[in-house]
């Protein structure tokens, strides 16, 4: 019994840590999502779903990324505007169900296009592990105009793959070098 409980434990501490240290890393903080660019839904799925599906993968990006700063190091960003990549359309008729005659299925698509791609604006913060201000501006543009030229390395039906990549790839060239000093 106890070699089980031993077993149990060891595996349990591999998958709680990591999350721990990559949480402290990165701290992001949303403003008022009615001011937000776009973030409208599309695909049967409310605003305030959208809201939260963009809030838990923006901030999984930024700790994903926070993860390769030094140990004791912070970075802090307030999410002052959001535009996904592409377009809602206006909501389509679906399919009509002959049992829900008074109910029919509007469903709206995001269209991607080279006109519309995605950007965020942020404030944010870099310290040292002694507290010290390494990196620090407001009203931060990040954006990728060339989001569907590039290659795509990873899988495209991840939720806001464009965004989180774009995040990704802001935060190793700007963020990083200067921890990394």
């Not at 599309?42 to 605003?47: H, L």
Request: glycine share 4%; aromatic share 10%.
């Amino acid at each position: 019994m106890k070699t089980q409980i031993v077993a149990l434990f060891c595996l349990a501490l591999p998958v709680s840590f990591p999350a721990v240290s990559a949480a402290v890393r990165a701290e992001i903080t949303w403003g008022d999502p009615s001011l937000y660019t776009d973030i409208w839904p599309s695909q049967q799925v409310t605003r305030a779903t959208t809201l939260k599906n963009v809030k838990h993968a923006f901030t999984g990006a930024f700790s994903e990324s926070a993860a390769a700063l030094p140990d004791g190091y912070a970075f802090k960003a307030a999410i002052t505007d959001v535009d996904l990549a592409g377009q809602v359309s206006p909501p389509q008729l679906l399919m009509v169900d002959p049992k829900l005659v008074n109910r029919p299925q509007l469903i709206s698509t995001r269209a991607l296009t080279v006109n519309y791609f995605p950007a965020i604006r942020l404030d944010y913060t870099l310290t040292d592990p002694q507290g010290n201000i390494l990196l620090s501006q407001e009203g931060v543009l990040v954006n990728d105009p060339s989001y569907l030229t590039r290659v795509n390395a990873g899988s495209t039906s991840t939720p806001f793959f464009y965004e989180t990549r774009m995040i990704r790839d802001w935060f190793g060239a700007a963020i990083v070098p200067a921890a990394v000093q």
